[in-house]
């Protein structure tokens, strides 16, 4: 667990005071000891690319922010780069500068703005993100808030309240039953694109259709795993069905 190796309060990052590296600890532990190059898109005041730096003792930082925080500077093994994650051109930029044979981990800690994340994630990952390298989502859940672009009024009483239309059927017989209204389903901003991450896991069997038909391809992702906050791809190696 290297964050019990690490005098915390010392980086000024929300990855602490949210707790964030419980979740990371044993999923990042393979890497821990090799030189590996990490990219974090997002990095606010600096205070993770420091931490990142600690944490991985041989590892290259790369950090990309569209607006650079002042008066940070960038120590040994640590770069900083200013552009936006939905430029392509940059990201490929920033690669072949850093990481020409690819990252073996890439961080969304950016926009939190799920057609933003959505085009850094596909990018990076096709083109970037070396074979069973880790791609992480942080704060998908800010897809579910009101006062955050991708969750304003996604919730269920602010999407009825601002409806010009009457309710549909199934919430009067709802409210008529006194049973309790079920949680409507997102399926647009972050959430959404979270969500179209796990049927690409499914992929084996979104291509297959039904019982006796044949997938015609398998998922690029070894693995997904979703945790509260942050999201897990595993990118697997080239396979056949």
Same mark, same amino acid.
């Given at each position: ?20 590296? @419980? ?5 990042? @532990?393979?890497?821990? @000891? ?60 920033? *690669?072949? @500068? ?6 073996? &981990? ?30 992480? &989502? ?26 010009? *239309? ?51 391809? *398998? ?5 997904? !795993?979703? !945790? ?8 697997? *190696?080239?396979?056949?069905?």
């Amino acid at each position: 667990m290297r964050r019990l190796e690490l005098l915390l309060d010392q980086y000024d990052s929300d990855k602490i005071a949210n707790h964030y590296l @419980e979740r990371y600890d044993h999923i990042l @532990e393979p890497w821990l @000891e090799k030189e590996l190059v990490l990219l974090e898109l997002g990095v606010h005041r600096g205070g993770s690319l420091l931490l990142w730096r600690d944490y991985f003792r041989l590892g290259t930082i790369v950090g990309i922010d569209i607006n650079l925080p002042k008066g940070f500077k960038p120590t040994e093994r640590v770069h900083l780069y200013e552009g936006s994650q939905t430029d392509p051109k940059f990201l490929s930029f920033v *690669a072949s @500068e850093i990481a020409p044979d690819g990252f073996d &981990i890439i961080i969304d800690d950016a926009s939190h703005i799920g057609e933003y994340s959505k085009k850094a994630f596909w990018h990076l990952f096709e083109n970037h993100l070396k074979h069973n390298g880790l791609y992480v &989502i942080e704060d998908w859940g800010t897809g579910y808030w009101d006062d955050w672009p991708d969750g304003k009024c996604l919730n269920l009483e602010s999407y009825h309240r601002s409806r010009p *239309a009457p309710d549909p059927p199934w919430l009067k017989i709802a409210r008529k039953l006194r049973r309790k209204i079920p949680m409507r389903c997102h399926s647009y901003g972050m959430v959404g694109f979270i969500k179209q991450l796990v049927d690409e896991q499914g992929a084996h069997d979104v291509t297959r259709r039904n019982l006796k038909g044949k997938p015609t391809r *398998a998922s690029r992702f070894e693995s997904i !795993t979703i !945790t509260p906050s942050i999201v897990f791809v595993r990118k697997c *190696a080239p396979r056949r069905i």
